[in-house]
Structures are given as C-alpha cells and as structure tokens.
C-alpha cells in the first residue's frame, strides 16, 4: 500500500465522486465509454470477454506493478466500483469467494467454541470458512419452496455458543433477510450474508451484502462477474471493515486495527482489472437474465410437475446464478430425475441435479470424529453431531432440484421457449421413457 494512502482511503468511501471516478481508469475513457464490442465468444460458452478484457490486462502487465503492495491502483480502484455499484461505504477485496469468508470469520474473531448457523443447500466452501477456524457449523434446514434457508429452522438452532448467522443467498436468489434479520436483532446475533452466488441481488431494494453487518462474494470462474478467481467483502462499518483488511493483508497492518490473526488473502491487479472491464457489460448481463428468469418460469409453471424456485416476499432482484426448479416425477409418469436429465440432454437442453445433501457428507460426517473437535467441544457433543444436523426437508429437495446454468439465461426468448419446450416434450413421452 502506498505510504501516501491512508487506511480510510485506501478502503474508501465509494460514494465520492473521486472515487467513483478512479474505478474507471483501469480502462480507456473512450473504451468504456463505447458501444460494446462484439463478444468474442458464444453466449453458450463462460466466461464472456471482448477488448476491453485484453486492454485491462494488457494495461497492468505493462505497468509492472502487479499486486495490492507494489504501489498499482487497480484493487483500490475496483473496492470502490464494487462497493459503489452495491451501496455500500466499504470494500475489501480478497483471492476468492472462500477467503472472502475466512477473512470475515477472522474479523469477527470467529473461534473454537463458537456454532455458526448455516445452510445445507450450498457448496461446501462455507463449511469450510467455518472449521477453518475451529468453530461449529450447525445446519439449519432449508424452505423447499425457495431452496434457501429456513428462518423457523435457524431460530430453533440458536444455543448460548450461536456466534453468528450465515445464511447463503444460493443461486444468486436472496434468503428471507427480513426474518433473519429480525432473529439476529432479537438474539444479538450477528448476521453475515454469503452472498458469493449473487452480485446485484437485490432485498427490498437493498442490495445483498449490506443488510447484516456484511457480505461476501466471488468471481470465481463461473460467476456471474469473474476474474477466474477473487472474492470481495461489502460492509458499512467502518470497524469491521478495518478487521478484513488487516486478516488479508496478512495482518499488523499499519494504522489498522487487528484481532492478533492473519493471512495473506490479496487480490491481484489483474484480477481486479478484469473485473473492472467485466463490471462495464455486468447490468446488462443481468438485465437479460431478469428478462429470461421470468419469461421461462412463467412457461414452466404451466407444465405439471415442474415448480420453480421461489423467490422470498421481499426479494427485489435475483442474481439469477443458477436457475432452478423442483422436479415432481409422480406428474411424469414415474420417470426418475437421472432419466429426465438424459432426456433433456438428447434434447439439447444441459442441466444438472445440483447439490448433494452437505450435512450427510462423508466430509462433513467426518467432523464428528475429529480430534480437535472432539477435546474443543466434548466426545459427547461430537457423537451427537450428525444427528443434530438432520434437515428432512433438504434431503427431499435435493432428490428433486435441477439447475440450469446462468449461461442459459443470457440467450434468447426464443431458447426459453425451446427449453420449456423440451421438458414439456420430456412429459409426453415420459411413460415409454420410464419403461427404457
């Protein structure tokens, strides 16, 4: 970091103008200020990239200085666009989605003797941001409808070792942040959203990342805003913001403030300059996924059978990461979701049966047979893990979701239809399929 910079400016205070400005000059002026380039790739493929990728890469490699401490301004830059375009005062970017969560668990000084209440219906990288630290993730169950966590579930969780709620924002779609908000007030919990599947997801208006004391994200390579790699953590407390950056950067920063922990989780200043250069096309993305979400929903919900995710009542906008539905196959002549998937796969529609039951993993399961967990928490209380974690209603759901990439809804009206088509097709012919 700079000598001349400051530990505020450094994190920033996006609203500024100045700062907003400075988040553009990792490209030409007049390269962001142009029409889009044609896109080098098909809308099929992941990730997107034109010129104004190349120019920002190319513009960082020329400079020489290419991470957050050889004096370049690129991270800097794009803490403040990031932290901007989500509403919030303060960014800290970080290497991915996972030590975006690592971090903000070192910030918080999350600990052995600590439970943390989260989801089962999510990648196991948060599990891991838990135990990495040696506290207790405890599973909360899920709300079929939405496929997100349930707030009843997590409320009946909660014990005096509960150190902080983490529920995940899965498919880019928003958890019920009203409830579990009002639960985090009530037991002066705090709250942190996973929010790594939902850049531009929105709450009430608000976007995610900003309604308990923080956020995390990822731009890991198949996200919706990627650099390959990379993560971000969104605050308005300046307090806690001021942790992140000294967990990351790897502790004992100057004029910082510091739990006694550290890592070294940085960015680089290619990273943060291709997701400067992605962030000019992200809106649009987006707004096509908006568009394209509830087109096909609106086709699928006529089909018998098929129910697509929920969003929650206050839920303004969904990042649309995944798009995902339940499938119910006593409406398809018995015929098995492995069956389904293949037959729309003959069809030309790819999709995916998502997540297995997290809580039920042999990774997981493993846990209770630790040894560090077992003279951290007791024998006792280790041997009753698994069975506390039981989540009857995710393990119904995973026998039948199906996902659809985000890819998909980046195509046309017209491949909706021909989506909707396919699994309409699927359920004609579903009784001789069955019977194959």
């Not at 907003?20 to 000059?25: H, M, V, W």
């Not at 991915?96 to 052995?112: D, K, R, V």
């Amino acid at each position: 970091m700079p000598r001349s910079l400051s530990r505020r400016s450094f994190l920033g205070r996006a609203a500024g103008a100045s700062v907003a400005l400075g988040a553009t000059r990792a490209l030409a002026a007049d390269t962001v200020a142009a029409k889009p380039a044609p896109l080098t790739k098909p809308v099929s493929e992941w990730p997107l990239w034109d010129n104004r990728d190349e120019t920002a890469l190319l513009d960082v490699l020329r400079s020489g200085k290419w991470g957050r401490t050889s004096g370049g301004a690129r991270v800097r830059e794009f803490e403040a666009a990031w932290a901007q375009r989500m509403k919030a005062k303060y960014c800290v970017a970080t290497s991915s989605g996972t030590t975006a969560l690592l971090t903000a668990m070192g910030a918080l000084n999350i600990g052995p003797g600590d439970e943390v209440i989260m989801p089962p219906y999510t990648f196991v990288a948060t599990f891991n941001a838990i135990t990495a630290s040696f506290a207790l993730p405890v599973f909360a169950d899920t709300d079929a409808a939405t496929f997100q966590i349930d707030p009843a579930k997590m409320a009946e969780a909660i014990t005096p070792a509960t150190k902080l709620l983490l529920p995940v924002h899965i498919a880019g779609s928003p958890a019920d942040l009203d409830s579990i908000g009002a639960l985090a007030k009530a037991r002066g919990i705090t709250l942190l959203e996973d929010a790594c599947q939902a850049p531009l997801a929105e709450w009430r208006g608000q976007p995610v990342g900003t309604v308990g004391l923080g956020g995390c994200f990822s731009f890991q390579a198949s996200k919706n805003l990627t650099s390959g790699e990379g993560g971000a953590i969104l605050t308005n407390d300046e307090t806690f913001a001021n942790f992140c950056y000294d967990f990351h950067t790897p502790g004992g920063a100057k004029k910082s403030v510091s739990r006694g922990r550290g890592a070294n989780y940085r960015l680089t200043e290619f990273q943060a300059a291709l997701l400067s250069a992605q962030m000019t096309r992200l809106e649009e993305q987006a707004k096509t996924r908006d568009a394209n979400a509830a087109h096909l929903s609106g086709l699928l919900r006529q089909i018998p059978g098929i129910a697509p995710a929920a969003l929650p009542a206050g839920s303004t906008r969904s990042a649309w990461h995944l798009y995902m539905f339940r499938y119910d196959a006593t409406k398809f002549a018995g015929l098995s979701r492995a069956k389904f998937l293949q037959a729309l796969a003959k069809e030309g529609v790819a999709a995916s049966s998502g997540y297995t039951a997290l809580n039920t993993t042999a990774h997981v399961r493993a846990l209770a047979d630790n040894p560090h967990y077992q003279r951290i928490y007791g024998k006792e209380t280790m041997a009753r893990y698994v069975e506390r974690n039981q989540c009857p209603v995710n393990d119904r759901l995973v026998e039948e979701a199906v996902w659809l990439s985000q890819t998909k809804l980046l195509m046309s009206r017209d491949e909706m239809a021909r989506i909707a088509g396919a699994v309409a097709s699927v359920q004609k012919r579903a009784g001789d399929l069955a019977r194959t």
